[in-house]
C-alpha cells in the first residue's frame, strides 16, 4: 500500500479520537491482515471508495469500548434498542469522519466515499474486494484499542 495512504488515514483516526474524545490512540505498526483472520472485533463500520483510489475502509471497534465512547458523550438510551442504534450510529459517524478527513488530506488523488455501512457480530466476517492486500493500522487506547483496515487500489 502507498504509504501517503496509510499515513493519512492513521493521521485522521488519531485526531479524530482526540477531538471527539480526548482519547490519545497510540498507533502500532502497519501489517498486512488475512482476509480470513480471526480478529475479536464486535462492530464494523464499512465505507466504501471510489475514484482515483478504490476500495474499502473499515474502523472495527469492541461492544465494552463503543459503549465506553457512547457513554463519554453524555447520550444517553431508554433501553436496548434505542442503545444499539445508538453505538451503530456513533460507529458510522466515527467511519465517515475519518474517512472523510484522510481524504481530504488525499488533495492529489480524487476520491469520494459512500456512506457507511454498520455491521455487528462476535468476530464477523467482511467480503474484502480482490483489489489489493488488506492492511491493518490497529491503534491502543488505555481501556483498549480499535483498528482502521484498508483495502485499496490505488
Known amino acids: 500500500m502507498d504509504e501517503t495512504l496509510a ?3 492513521r493521521a485522521s483516526a488519531i485526531t479524530t479520537f482526540k477531538d471527539m474524545f480526548g482519547l490519545a490512540a497510540e498507533p502500532e505498526p502497519l501489517r498486512a491482515l488475512a482476509p480470513d483472520e480471526d480478529h475479536g472485533w464486535d462492530i464494523t ?7 482515483q483510489a478504490q476500495g474499502v ?14 457513554a463519554g458523550t453524555g447520550v444517553e438510551s431508554s433501553n436496548d434498542a434505542e442503545r444499539r442504534e445508538l453505538e451503530g450510529g456513533l460507529v458510522g459517524e ?6 472523510g478527513h484522510a481524504t481530504s488530506a488525499l488533495s492529489a488523488i480524487n ?8 455491521i455487528r457480530g462476535a468476530n464477523h466476517r467482511i467480503g474484502w474486494p ?12 488505555p ?12
Not at 94 to 99: F, K, V
Not at 143 to 154: A, M, N, P, R, S
Open 7 to 9: 499515513k493519512a488515514f
Open 45 to 51: 463500520g464499512l465505507i466504501g471508495l471510489a475514484g
Open 57 to 70: 475502509m473499515a474502523v472495527r471497534l469492541t461492544t465494552p469500548l463503543i459503549r465506553s465512547l457512547l
Open 94 to 99: 466515527l467511519t465517515n469522519i475519518i474517512a
Open 111 to 118: 476520491i469520494e466515499i459512500a456512506p457507511p455501512v454498520v
Open 130 to 141: 480482490n483489489i489489493a492486500p488488506v492492511e491493518q493500522l490497529r491503534f491502543r487506547l
Open 143 to 154: 481501556d483498549g484499542g480499535f483498528e482502521v483496515d484498508l483495502c485499496i487500489k490505488t
